[in-house]
């Protein structure tokens, strides 16, 4: 039978490439966006996060950009290594709901090879 | 370990039995939230709880789903009358005011 849910959107790149994760949102209210990795087995951790008063923002080799004008955000993560391979999810949050009630994208799984 | 905590990791039962998972918060936070994964999906948002009070529940949490947190510390989530569809990773998080921390998940499997 099928697997329902098994067909994520996959990225495959060589350690030290940098990576582009890619997300897509259709809620106009939402003002928060977080990006998350969840490695097999364990919850989702927080890698960083943007208002959508920004359009940019960066971390130690993460940087989030935010596109509102197509609801697109995307996770740059610079000089990837292996440890970094995860499936990330982008997580929107609806002004006026409280920080922690979040709609999760679908998810990418990531593979860095050595 | 000063994280979030959470107990079974694991549970396999029989549709139609009940089953229970806790969830104990890092301990300065006054916010704690439960979410259910399956397979190849993100988490979805359940309910959550500021201290004692409940204040949202999700549509996902039918009448056979009941969370509390009593004394505004660790909350239980009680799934009555397990169904199949009830399989899934049930995730706690909790959060001081904004980022999320998750704890590792109590994977439910109903047979």
Not at chain 2, 18 to 35: G, K
Not at chain 2, 66 to 80: D, H, M, N, Y
């Amino acid at each position: 039978g099928e697997s329902v849910g098994l067909h994520l959107p996959t990225l495959s790149v060589q350690e030290g490439d940098n990576s582009i994760i890619n997300c897509a949102y259709s809620n106009s209210a939402s003002d928060y966006f977080i990006w998350y990795k969840q490695e097999s087995g364990k919850g989702p951790q927080f890698i960083i996060d943007i208002r959508s008063n920004m359009d940019k923002r960066q971390g130690q080799r993460v940087t989030v950009l935010l596109n509102k004008t197509v609801k697109h955000l995307s996770l740059q993560i610079a000089a990837t290594q292996p440890g970094d391979s995860a499936v990330y999810f982008c997580a929107e949050n609806e002004e006026g709901t409280s920080y922690g009630k979040l709609t999760f994208g679908q998810g990418t799984i990531l593979t860095v090879h050595p | 370990d000063t994280g979030v905590s959470q107990d079974p990791r694991h549970k396999i039962t029989k549709r139609g039995q009940n089953v229970t998972f806790r969830c104990d918060p890092i301990s300065e936070h006054n916010r704690l939230y439960w979410y259910r994964q399956t397979l190849g999906q993100g988490p979805e948002f359940l309910t959550y709880f500021q201290n004692e009070a409940q204040l949202e529940k999700s549509r996902l949490l039918s009448d056979r789903f009941s969370a509390e947190r009593p004394k505004g510390s660790f909350s239980t989530l009680e799934i009555q009358r397990t169904e199949q569809g009830d399989s899934a990773m049930y995730l706690c998080a909790s959060s001081p005011r904004g980022e999320l921390f998750f704890g590792e998940g109590s994977r439910l499997t109903v047979l």
